[in-house]
């Protein structure tokens, strides 16, 4: 089955993860486990405690670059639970992941080249910590302070759309640099190979990650701002 145009409730859970893998990473984030049958997305969501609308606007908006949103019809709390969960799966899984398989890939024998490209990708590592810590320290405890109806001065949403970088970046640099200049053993080209293709797909989970704060994060973020603003 191919995917055709946008997901609706009624669509079955498993159409979903067959059109496209990476619904998977949605779901453990939403915290819906497998072993769903034939069920549909309502009743997966229903059951998991998980809020569908704000569900399938993950999905809808991850898989169709021009998909526009009902920020009125999510739930930023439930938003937040997703935001939050993916930031610990790339700074406690995936980005350990590669590490631990970069520094495979390159070895002991390179020598001060090996060091530096591991010393590169920590500093990078180092920068999405301080990028995602400052998300969960600052914007979302902000959030939930709008959420309980609480007008907050001196901060809104768009201060972090502006400093809102793309994190993503860097790491593609490093992948640029392992391409065409790292000149990796014979007998190390399996594992350079393997974790160039994380690095490929983390690039792209990044990116996901960062497009889905700015179109769908912050504009329902605003129209909270907008809507305590109107009634002071």
């Known amino acids: 089955m191919n995917r055709i145009g946008k997901y609706a409730a009624s669509d079955r859970m498993s159409d979903l993860v067959c059109d496209d893998f990476h619904v998977l990473l949605v779901m453990s984030r939403f915290g819906i486990s497998l072993g769903f049958g034939d069920r549909s997305v309502e009743e997966v969501c229903r059951e998991a405690g998980v809020d569908t609308p704000t569900f399938l606007a993950v999905v ?3 898989f169709e670059e021009e998909e526009t949103c009902n920020c009125g019809e999510i739930s930023l709390e439930a938003f937040l639970g997703y935001l939050h969960n993916s930031h610990d799966y790339f700074l406690q899984y995936r980005l350990p992941e590669i590490r631990r398989k970069l ?8 020598g001060e080249v090996a060091g530096a490209v591991l010393r590169f990708f920590d500093e990078y590592a180092g920068e999405v910590d301080r990028h995602m810590l400052y998300e969960e ?17 001196g901060y809104d949403i768009g201060t972090f759309r502006r400093r809102h970088d793309q ?23 399996k594992e350079m190979n393997g974790v160039l293709f994380d690095i490929f797909l983390c690039e792209s989970e990044l990116a996901s990650h960062n497009d889905l ?3 769908l994060f912050v504009p329902a973020v605003a129209a909270v701002e907008r809507k305590l603003n109107d009634r002071s």
């Open 60 to 62: 809808n908006m991850m």
């Open 103 to 110: 520094e495979m890939a390159v070895g002991s024998g390179t």
């Open 137 to 153: 320290q600052t914007v979302f405890p902000y959030v939930r302070r709008l959420l309980s109806g609480e007008t907050v001065q």
């Open 167 to 189: 994190i993503e970046a860097r790491l593609t640099e490093l992948k640029n640099i392992l391409i065409k200049y790292y000149p990796c053993e014979a007998d190390r080209a």
């Open 213 to 215: 704060e700015n179109r």
